[in-house]
């Protein structure tokens, strides 16, 4: 059905300019005239807004209050000024995550949607949190929101200045993967293409670009739209119940619409100041006037048509139908009235409809929540629109669950939330705590629609849980066989991840990539290891991602915990969905004359390898062996009657409750092992060859804890890791500059804490430097306090034999333990185990250099992840990271699609590790060498960084 023309459609674009001038030129003045006056009144409602009763609703605060005021005086004076927004196809700051959308070919723009002056365009797109994954890896799970940004068809843009906040919490509380927000034609631009139907038109290119250049199906989408973005995602709805089936559009798998704009034609012959809610809403009539004018092209079209006004012209949902709408309002809107009978009429024509309203709120709190103080009513909306989603679609909306996860974790509250006792410092908007009594919406059914959960709230601690079934599943049931990618990451545990992040935001726009992993989950590490008290032993906030807050004040964090931020920190950026589990590499080939490497794949279930290719190979595998322990001679193991256990391999629900337990070891897993036991068993001997340097780390820093609760948490999050590796810096420096006196600091540190019968001598009194060998950290000193316990002890000495019951040791002690745990250390493997060759000539790791620490002599296009010894291991893995889109950049530049490392000198050998732990006395036999110069191993962060972002690239790099 067209937009009926009116009798002035013969107006030409010409005229309708002209009379645009002249009115501007008017409304320029008239605005300047009365600006005291507006201001005067600004000031003025300010004041009044002091006190409660005064407020255009007692029930906003101060802030919401006064905010309300300013977005109405901004957004009166652009509708004045009739100030639209211009639009461009350049990336700008969204950079990777922009993209444009073509037009579909002439023949599915039909009906209202063609036009002899308005034809489709080229527009852009931004993605919210990343551009989805290649078509290959579309799972069933994934699901895109299209998002159509309101602002009356005369301002806003999709991007992040405009929709971010809105994205982000659709992402996190409507629990969808991606935001899609289409830059559509504004009608307010002077180029005159914006009018009707250019809007509908690009959204219709929109839809269909995620249906066939991203192979989103359908079901996965969700159409959405705020104000007049809800009037663009209704008139998609309308055009694909109209020609869908003429046309084979499919319909979307839901539809959610944020304070539509269902009138427009209101606009231009109603007074919205009549409104009963004029007084607590920013709209005002000069905005809705300007866009009803220009989306009708100044009069060709009639506004009051079925698409601009789909208020009178209910349709009913597009063949197949069930399509649910969730629609969502303010009760205190202009707009108000008029969804509410929307609902009731698309519900009387066969829409399972959901109008969920908000009460004491403003229009469009979805888009507008953080600028006006309603993100708590905005988050409770999107909730609301995930449990009705989740009610009546197959969509797989994320689980939120409340604040739960990480209490069980140990962690009750946000940090800053934790401070408020400590300081007094935390500034009102952190304190947002589940409460219920709180809770300012409320819901209202005009179908019967099953909704089993009552008004929840969530804290900003609540975190997402991923469908397991994800891990298992494979993208859209296809198999993974003659998959092909640009960069093919191994490994998906921190140096994975962090890889995926810089190359999806940082590399080349258009590059795909995918994580092949082994494991069923991600993690690594973090998912393997499961023995007790399980934690990192270096600084969570130098140890988390850079781009990914650790928002706890918690400086050694549990495995758990770990493996919770890194599933979050990968979902919160789209990583996920390119990860393939269950599929580990077994060999990989590079092919000169294709220039592609060829992995072998193994998929759990699978009886025959399957077969990947790629440009380029990054390897996040880590490096130990994660199927085979460190073999250590302990003589008479194999008599011992109880139970040996390797902490790699801790047995599933272990009971160890009133056992007497014999960790043999003396590193990071014994010390950590030892407090955490020693509250069940009945008593834990850490029995040790020679001492390390054990030392106590508050769990707790105040300057954390000072920085969180003064500044936003982003600059927060900064400050606090640049303090963090500072003093993480400073301490390897001074301890290897003055290494007496840190032995006698530690010394003085370690008497004072241990029992009068635990002696400091033979037991805490290393034979090597600090840091020559790992340093040992213990939480708020939990391992001295077993000590003191009584409930631990430690013994230094040589196992003589092993026997059924006991181990006896040189001195001629005897140990009576019930379990052994064999803390012993990890089988160092490098590459993940695989079998590499390049042209089928296969090489050993050992006999060949590093260069930068990251790239193999002679092998083409791999590059390794790797992390520090004396500091976190993600700072390491991330320098190598931003060093391989350093050298992609350089190959764009050169128009190259190789880079080989090769020597142009002679070199002395060295060790890529600096550290003698037992552990590591293998490096020279498992890893590469280092050599000097770009050939040397990375041992400071801040120099090494400043190589990988700013140093050259092309030393010793062929390119071709
Ligand atoms: C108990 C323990 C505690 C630690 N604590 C700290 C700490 O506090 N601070 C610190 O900086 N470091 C610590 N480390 C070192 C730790 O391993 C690193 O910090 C970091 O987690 C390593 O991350 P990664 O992604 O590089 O490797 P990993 O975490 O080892 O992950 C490698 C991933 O690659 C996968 N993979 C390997 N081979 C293949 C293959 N062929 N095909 C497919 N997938 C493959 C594995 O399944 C795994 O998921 C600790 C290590 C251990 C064992």
């Given at each position: 059905m067209k937009q009926t023309p009116t009798p002035n459609a013969s107006l030409s674009q010409g005229r309708a300019s002209d009379t645009t001038r002249t009115m501007l030129l008017f409304t320029y003045c008239y605005t300047l005239l009365t600006a005291p006056f507006l201001l005067t009144h600004f000031t003025f409602d300010i004041l009044l807004a002091l006190f409660p009763w005064t407020r255009p609703t007692k029930e906003w605060s101060l802030n919401q209050a006064a905010r309300m005021r300013v977005v109405r005086l901004v957004l009166l004076s652009w509708s004045r000024l009739r100030w639209g927004d211009r639009l461009t196809l350049r990336p700008g700051r969204e950079r990777n995550r922009f993209e444009v959308m073509q037009p579909r070919s002439?023949?599915?723009?039909?009906?209202?949607?063609?036009d002899a002056t308005i034809h489709p365009e080229t527009i852009g797109t931004t993605w919210t949190p990343a551009r989805p994954p290649p078509p290959a890896l579309v799972r069933p799970e994934l699901t895109v929101a299209l998002h159509f940004h309101g602002g009356g068809f005369a301002i806003g843009n999709g991007r992040d200045e405009d929709t971010g906040y809105l994205a982000r919490t659709m992402l996190q509380h409507m629990g969808c993967n991606l935001v899609c927000t289409p830059q559509y034609r504004l009608s307010s631009h002077s180029s005159g293409n914006g009018r009707f139907p250019a809007p509908m038109q690009d959204a219709l290119t929109a839809y269909l670009w995620l249906l066939h250049e991203k192979h989103i199906p359908a079901r996965q989408i969700i159409i959405s739209g705020d104000s007049a973005g809800g009037t663009i995602a209704l008139g998609l709805l309308r055009y694909i119940a109209e020609h869908g089936a003429e046309l084979a559009i499919p319909s979307p798998g839901a539809v959610a619409l944020w304070s539509p704009w269902v009138d427009v034609a209101a606009a231009l012959d109603q007074d919205i100041r009549r409104s009963p809610n004029y007084g607590t809403d920013y709209l005002n009539g000069e905005f809705g006037a300007w866009g009803a004018v220009a989306v009708s092209g100044y009069g060709e079209?009639?506004?009051?048509?079925p698409y601009l006004s789909p208020l009178h012209h209910p349709f009913g949902p597009p063949v197949g139908g069930g399509t649910p709408m969730f629609l969502h309002a303010g009760d205190?809107?202009?707009?108000w009235d008029d969804i509410r009978l929307a609902a009731e009429r698309y519900g009387d024509v066969g829409w399972k409809v959901h109008l969920d309203a908000s009460r004491h709120c403003p229009h469009d709190i979805l888009l507008l929540g953080s600028r006006i103080g309603f993100e708590r009513e905005a988050e409770a909306a999107a909730g609301e629109a995930r449990r009705f989603f989740l009610a009546t679609t197959d969509l797989k909306l994320r689980t939120q669950e409340v604040s739960g996860t990480l209490r069980s974790l140990g962690i009750t509250r946000p940090l800053a939330i934790g401070l408020r006792a400590v300081s007094g410092l935390v500034r009102q908007h952190d304190a947002r705590v589940p409460r219920t009594s709180h809770c300012k919406y409320q819901v209202s059914h005009l179908r019967t629609i099953h909704r089993s959960v009552t008004e929840q709230h969530h804290s900003h601690t609540s975190s997402w849980v991923s469908c397991t079934a994800m891990a298992n599943s494979i993208p859209n049931g296809q198999p993974t066989d003659g998959l092909y990618f640009d960069v093919v990451i191994i490994g998906a545990g921190i140096s994975g991840i962090n890889a995926a992040y810089r190359i999806q935001t940082e590399g080349p726009a258009d590059f795909s990539y995918a994580i092949l992993e082994g494991r069923d989950s991600l993690g690594g590490t973090w998912d393997l290891f499961r023995y007790p008290g399980i934690r990192s032993d270096s600084d969570i906030f130098t140890f988390g991602f850079p781009w990914s807050p650790w928002k706890h004040n918690v400086s050694l964090a549990s495995a758990e915990h770990i493996k919770t931020y890194a599933t979050q920190s990968a979902e919160s950026q789209g990583i996920d969905q390119h990860i393939l589990y269950r599929h580990s590499v077994v060999s990989a080939n590079w092919s000169s004359t294709e220039k592609k490497w060829e992995l072998q794949v193994t998929v759990a279930g699978q009886d025959h390898p399957i077969v990947v290719r790629s440009r380029f190979v990054l390897l996040?595998?880590?490096?130990?062996d994660y199927e085979k322990p460190l073999e250590t001679v302990i003589p008479g193991i194999e008599n011992f009657a109880g139970q040996v256990i390797h902490p790699q391999f801790w047995p599933e629900d272990y009971d160890y409750t009133g056992k007497k337990v014999v960790i043999i070891g003396s590193g990071a897993t014994a010390v950590t092992v030892l407090p955490a036991m020693a509250e069940k068993a009945q008593h834990v001997t850490m029995l040790q060859r020679s001492p390390g340097y054990v030392f106590s780390l508050p769990s707790n820093s105040i300057i954390t804890a000072l920085l969180f609760a003064i500044l936003p948490v982003s600059v927060a999050h900064y400050l606090n890791r640049i303090f963090w590796l500072v003093r993480s810096h400073l301490t390897t420096v001074f301890c290897r500059a003055w290494p007496g006196l840190a032995k006698l600091i530690i010394k003085h540190a370690t008497i004072r804490q241990?029992?009068?019968?635990?002696?400091?001598?033979?037991?805490?009194?290393?034979?090597?430097?600090?840091w020559e060998q790992r340093f040992c950290a213990c939480v708020d000193g939990d391992f001295f306090a077993a000590l003191r316990s009584g409930k631990a002890g430690v013994v230094t000495g040589t196992i003589r034999t092993v026997t059924r019951e006991t181990i006896e040791l040189d001195s001629g002690e005897r140990l009576r333990p019930d379990v052994i745990v064999t803390a012993t250390g990890l089988k160092l493997r490098f590459g993940g185990g695989i079998r590499f060759a390049v042209d089928g000539k296969p090489f050993r790791w050992s006999d060949k250099f590093a260069w930068r620490a990251a790239m193999l002599q002679d092998v083409p296009n791999l590059l390794f992840l790797t992390g520090y010894e004396t500091a976190s291991w993600t700072l390491g893995a991330d320098v190598s990271a931003r060093l391989f889109v350093r050298v992609l950049r350089e190959m764009e530049a050169r128009g190259a699609t190789v880079a080989v490392p090769r020597p142009s000198r002679a070199m002395p050998d060295k060790l890529m590790m600096s550290l003698n732990s037992t552990y590591l006395k293998t490096v020279g036999e498992v890893l590469p060498k280092a050599g000097t110069g770009v050939w040397a191993a990375k041992t400071n962060y801040f120099a090494d960084m400043a190589r990988a972002k700013w140093?050259?690239?092309?030393?010793?790099l062929d390119f071709s």
């Open positions: 002439p023949k599915l723009y039909k009906g209202a949607l063609s079209f009639d506004a009051s048509g205190r809107e202009v707009l996040g595998t880590g490096y130990y241990l029992p009068p019968d635990v002696p400091w001598d033979p037991n805490f009194k290393p034979r090597y430097n600090p140093g050259s690239v092309s030393a010793d």
